[in-house]
Nanobody, 129 residues
Framework: QLQLVESGGGLVQPGGSLRLSCAASGFTLDDYAILWFRQAPGKEREAVSCISSSGSRTNYADSVKGRFTISRDIAKNTVYLQMNSLKPEDTAVYYC??????????????????????WGKGTLVTVSS
């Protein structure tokens, strides 16, 4: 079965950290760029990070740059999003998505979304004291 499953969300205080996981099954990460999106209540979905199919290119939205780090473990077929120095405005449902390897997807230009083949169901992150 082809799917992405996110985990690692939860409640954290401002300034705290969380690590989200995105486990892929039924396909290999070598063939897909992986993106993390988030959607806060009443707001549009926002692309926050991307890692190319080779793992050599990453990118971040300005709102998270310097605080979030995307990485992957090929052996586990899993992508991670390490989130540090969390702020209340980071509160959102976080989704991972897979875009088949292409010139566009591997550029990881967050303002130009590539075609997405698979979406996860999301994990909720709440940053509150």
């Amino acid at each position: 079965q082809l799917q992405l499953v996110e985990s690692g969300g939860g409640l954290v205080q401002p300034g705290g950290s969380l690590r989200l996981s995105c486990a892929a099954s039924g396909f290999t990460l070598d063939d897909y760029a992986i993106l993390w999106f988030r959607q806060a209540p009443g707001k549009e979905r926002e692309a926050v990070s991307c890692i190319s199919s080779s793992g050599s290119r990453t990118n971040y939205a300005d709102s998270v740059k310097g605080r979030f780090t995307i990485s992957r473990d090929i052996a586990k077929n899993t992508v991670y999003l390490q989130m540090n120095s969390l702020k209340p405005e980071d509160t959102a449902v976080y989704y991972c998505a897979a875009a088949r390897r292409s010139l566009l997807s591997n550029l990881c230009v967050l303002t130009t979304q590539p075609a997405i083949q698979y979406w996860g169901k999301g994990t909720l992150v709440t940053v509150s004291s």
